[in-house]
């Protein structure tokens, strides 16, 4: 347990403390929140990862990139509910942060992809609604860029592939992660550290948001309402649609609602269930939940205060706290503390600009292919 | 005039042969002898008009599985014309057969889907109804199959199926027709692809110039294209392949068609070039190798087919430039010096799989006036040129209204 050095004893004691304060229900003990793991890269990896990060050519029309729904200066998010998804359609969910995201032991909203983040990148860019694109195209489009031979070549994957394309993407995602946040730097402010003391006590969040990441990386209803423009708007609703057809989900033309983690069981005990998000890195990447249906951090303390939404599924784990608007303040300042570096300059971000065109090989009749 | 007749003395030593076999195969009675020997004066005269007879165009097939109605051709038709079949909802089936471009595409190689160019050329949906196969090597085997390949192809329409179902499942208009047409509660993107098919089988033209003058109208072709019906017929050879109704025998041939030269300077080619040999299941050795378009190959996997597609019709032709598989050459002039030629470009090339090319292509030797003659008469091949007004898209309306949703959100 003394693994978190200087702050895991702090953490011990306040823990210590509040168990007693908040009694049954919290008492459990739960995973550590504190530091992340440090991740070993590969400089040469990573550095081709960003560089198809943010290259266009990555879906079946090259009109998006993966920072289109995942932008750094909108904390590698985006900042509206829903996100955009790819042209000719919408989608049917939030964009989550990637920072971190290469801690993180399942992804999605509902974590249906529980593998690796190669998995998870294939899901992204083969995806029919996200970025549509043929992996075998986007392989013979790489083969045809110069600097992208030699980056493959450089980063010993050989000629571009597909296969490549989802390992370089994943070791640059290892390089986003969570960077100066008060939390891990220990300048917390004092309404940050009351705030860290109700979050483990009082206000119960740690018995889901626990851990480096802040998250059990489980799924639990807690009542987050729809959103409607989900189904109001044919461009989000044809996605939802496509997508609850093909995760064979029953009567899915008159659904109503966002199944979650219901897609992968099929059990209706998981119906309206959604991983718990980690809390690293929010303050840039509003709005909030699985739908994006909350704008602030306070507006999601405060759903939490009434106990979360209404949902005859909901986790009983969710309780009205009573939060004074004191400690509903040091919450968020708490939860503000666990975002650090906004990871915008070219460190992270492909700056360079990408070819128009694709320069044909010379001697063609010649070369290998 | 020579040429022909040895070629008729060949044809006539294989029918013999086939019949001979036919004989053995079955039981080989005394009866079916004196059958072969009646059959071989028989043959000779079929000869002359046989396999090889030009016909006019009668109605086209229609598959007992999808027949034929009023409001499941208008339904198609729409279908036809609306992007949001395919991938980012920007192509659809009109994109790259466009009504105004011969219902195909007027360059060389289909436009593909955005940020792809495709490798073949697009071919036109007019009369498109009486081909048993569909694509230059014959890789779908109905309209319903080839709409449904096309609308998915990567370098085409690039469309899922389940998301463009979807899409026409939020278009009230369609939900409607559909339950009409095929009496399902949704949409399913089969039927889709059957109401495309069924509007294409009306995009048939049965009133050429050399429909008219098969059926007895002899002042239907003028006296250049009846000279150049004598050349097609005769020196030239060219009934040899382009023949019956439909003016192709529909079977597949090298010609001697070169390697497109896009490929030798365009990327964006390239790129389709490489993806086309992974997709069509090369193996690592061929998809290393290839450097053009294997044609029929790609489906037989006999080294014997490769540079093999099969004879396009010689209707609408007026209406399609450019012409060949791979859209090399841009007028019928061209084409006719290519098989004059004896399948060579003006460059003295060839196919890339010379050990295919067919025995039938050789060296002509017309004369300028004979070529003349002979693209008038394939432009008899071609009536009026076919163009629609495109119909009005209907527009998606939201499922369900914003009453209906807050009362799930009450029953949660």
Not at chain 1, 107 to 115: A, L
Not at chain 2, 219 to 224: H, P, Q, R, V, Y
Not at chain 2, 289 to 317: E, H, I, M, Q
Not at chain 2, 394 to 407: I, S
Request: include cysteine; charged fraction near 25%.
């Amino acid at each position: 347990m003394g693994v978190r050095v200087k702050t895991g004893r702090t953490l011990l004691a306040i823990a210590l403390g509040l168990s007693m304060a908040v009694g049954a229900a919290h008492a459990g003990s739960y995973p550590d929140i504190g530091p992340l793991p440090q991740i070993k890269i590969n400089k040469a990896k990573a550095e081709l990862g960003k560089r198809l990060f943010f290259d266009k050519r990555v879906s079946g029309d090259a009109a998006i990139s993966c920072a289109t729904c995942h932008n750094p200066k909108e904390g590698w998010s985006q900042n509206q509910a829903l996100s955009d998804g790819y042209p000719g359609n919408g989608h049917f969910r939030n964009s989550p942060t990637l920072i971190n995201a290469a801690h993180k032991k399942s992804w999605n909203h509902d974590g249906r992809i529980g593998t690796n983040l190669n998995d998870q990148t294939r899901e992204m860019i083969t995806e029919t609604y996200i970025m549509n694109m043929d992996m075998r195209i986007m392989q013979e489009r790489f083969k045809q860029d110069p600097l992208y031979v030699k980056m493959f070549k450089d980063a010993g994957y050989g000629e571009p592939s597909n296969g490549s394309v989802r390992k370089a993407i994943p070791e640059f995602l290892k390089t986003l992660t969570s960077r100066g946040a008060p939390f891990d730097t220990g300048k917390m402010s004092g309404a940050a550290k009351r705030g860290m003391k109700l979050f483990k006590g009082k206000a119960g969040c740690i018995s889901c948001h626990n851990g480096p990441l802040l998250s059990d990386g489980k799924p639990h209803n807690t009542g987050v309402p729809e959103n409607f423009d989900v189904f109001l708007d044919p461009n989000n609703h044809q996605a939802f649609i496509a997508f609850t057809m093909f995760q064979g989900i029953p009567n899915y033309m008159n659904l109503k609602r966002d199944p979650g983690f219901y897609n992968i069981t099929l059990d209706m005990a998981d119906m309206g269930k959604f991983m718990t998000p980690s809390l690293r890195e929010l303050k840039y990447s509003a709005p909030y939940m699985h739908n994006g249906t909350i704008n602030t951090l306070a507006g999601v303390v405060d759903f939490y205060n009434r106990g979360g939404g209404k949902d005859s599924r909901k986790s009983d784990q969710l309780k009205p706290l009573n939060l004074s608007n004191k400690q509903k303040g040091d919450l968020v300042a708490f939860l503000e503390s666990l975002s650090g570096d906004r990871l915008t300059s070219s460190e992270h971000v492909w700056n360079k600009s990408y070819p128009d065109e694709y320069p044909a090989i010379q001697n063609w009749q010649h070369a290998r292919n | 005039m020579k040429k022909i007749m040895k070629y008729r003395h060949a044809v006539l030593a294989a029918s013999i042969s086939t019949v001979l076999l036919v004989g053995c195969n079955a039981n080989a009675t005394k009866e079916s002898t004196s059958a072969v020997v009646k059959a071989a004066p028989a043959a000779a005269t079929t000869m002359s008009m046989g396999p090889a007879k030009l016909e006019p165009l009668g109605p086209p097939p229609i598959p007992a599985d999808n027949l034929q109605s009023p409001g499941k051709i208008a339904l198609g038709k729409v279908l036809f014309f609306d992007p949001r079949i395919g991938g980012d909802a920007s192509t659809g089936c009109s994109t790259c057969h466009e009504p105004d471009q011969g219902w195909a595409w007027a360059e060389d190689f289909s436009r593909g889907y955005p940020g792809t160019v495709h490798w073949r050329n697009s071919q036109s949906i007019i009369n498109s109804a009486y081909y048993p196969r569909l694509f230059w090597a014959g890789s779908a085997s109905s309209l319903e199959k080839q709409a449904r390949s096309a609308a998915r192809g990567g370098v085409a329409g690039n469309g899922e199926a389940d998301l463009m179902e979807a899409r026409v499942a939020l278009i009230p208009e369609y939900r409607k027709q559909f339950k009409e047409v095929f009496g399902t509660e949704w949409p399913l993107i089969k039927d889709v692809w059957r109401a495309i098919a069924s509007y294409e089988r009306t995009l048939i033209q049965l009133d050429t110039p050399i429909d008219n003058y098969l059926k007895g109208d002899k002042s239907a072709l003028s006296e250049e294209q009846i000279r150049g019906k004598v050349i097609f017929e005769g020196k030239a050879g060219c009934i040899q392949c382009h023949n019956g109704p439909l003016a192709t025998d529909l079977k597949f041939y090298n010609v001697g068609v070169p390697a497109s030269p896009r490929w030798q300077d365009d990327g964006l080619a390239q790129i389709t070039f490489r993806f086309e040999q992974y997709a069509k299941g090369m193996t690592q050795e061929g998809y290393r190798k290839a450097k053009d378009d294997w044609g029929y190959y790609y489906r037989s996997k006999n080294s014997w087919d490769k540079g093999k597609f099969r004879t396009p019709t010689l209707r609408y032709v007026v209406y399609t430039p450019p012409y060949l598989h791979n859209g090399m050459l841009d007028t019928l002039e061209e084409v006719v010096d290519f098989y004059n030629r004896g399948g060579r470009m003006e460059d003295g090339s060839t196919t890339s799989f010379p050990q295919n090319k067919s025995d039938l292509i050789k060296p002509l030797n017309l004369s300028d006036q004979e070529k003349e003659d002979l693209v008038a008469f394939i432009e008899a091949f071609s009536g009026e040129e076919i163009l629609v007004a495109k119909p009005e898209l209907p527009d998606y309306a939201p499922l369900f209204t914003k009453a209906e949703l807050e009362a799930a959100q009450e029953a949660k």
